[in-house]
């Protein structure tokens, strides 16, 4: 089956956040282990090198690295890994990259180094296409500056170019929009304080963050959400904001891990020049996180 046919972008793919050694290094025993964690506790397949993950502050030996990984961890069909780069031809190879490793498709952001308009962003698309992968289109305006409006997500999907979009906008409204325009272009929740809302829209997807901490509630969240069974989403949903609107927060990585380390995974610190959180922030996600563990959803 054509990662096409299987569409593997479906279902809870977690955004994984990457742990470090105390010399910074990856700690790459310790990625191996919690992919393969994420699944085996409902997770549908994890996408390494995204925002989440520090990509911005990796070596190209280690972002490779962490393809492979996860591919060994999981399986290339659970792995759809940030393919994203400053120029077209490098996130091509990127998508290469990950090709050969035997994933099923990647996500892939517009141009992110400069403004860019409606035709560079076609071209960004085309280019990287090429790779011969499936690609998953990731908007987030907030931080590049390049707004994927459901107009040129049409464009892009009637063109072939991409086959989904991680929608990170925060506008609700786009998903009956892009539903119209393209009614073939699967809808992924992009960030996680928006999930009910994009999964009552028609979302088949969500690419994650918080499950990196909170794997199974998260899961029985999203699966009660896209069932459109309110009864049980909406409490939990209720029960788990307080922790899921730090996913939209600059701090989010930070939030994440001092998350994951609470209910004992590791989380651990970040690379510069993401620095520590605030004693104030901190202590706001410890208590989130000590009730969420106190209701039993950890």
Known sequence: MSALESRPWRGVLVATALPFNDDHSVDFAAFDEHCAWLVANGCDGVTPNGSLGEYQTLTEAERAQVVTTAVAAVGGERVMPGIAAYGAAEARRWAEQARDAGCGAVMLLPPNAYRADERSVIAHYEEVAKAGVPIVAYNNPIDTKVDLTPELLAKLH????????????????????????????????GADDVLLELAVAGAVGWVSGYPNALPKSTVE??????????????????????????????????????????????????????????????AEIRTATEQVLAAGLA
């Open 221 to 282: 969240l999203y699966r009660a959400a896209v069932a459109g069974d309110l009864a049980t989403a909406l409490p939990l949903y209720r029960q788990l904001h307080p922790l899921l609107r730090w996913d939209s927060k600059v701090e989010f990585v930070q939030a994440i891990k001092l998350s994951m380390d609470i209910v004992g995974r590791k989380g651990g610190h970040c690379r510069l020049p993401r620095v520590p959180l605030l004693p104030e922030q901190a």
């Open 158 to 189: 009637a063109e072939g170019l991409i086959q989904a979009i991680k929608e990170f906008s925060g506008d609700v409204r786009r998903a009956y929009r892009i539903a119209e325009l393209a009614p073939g272009l699967d809808l992924l929740v």
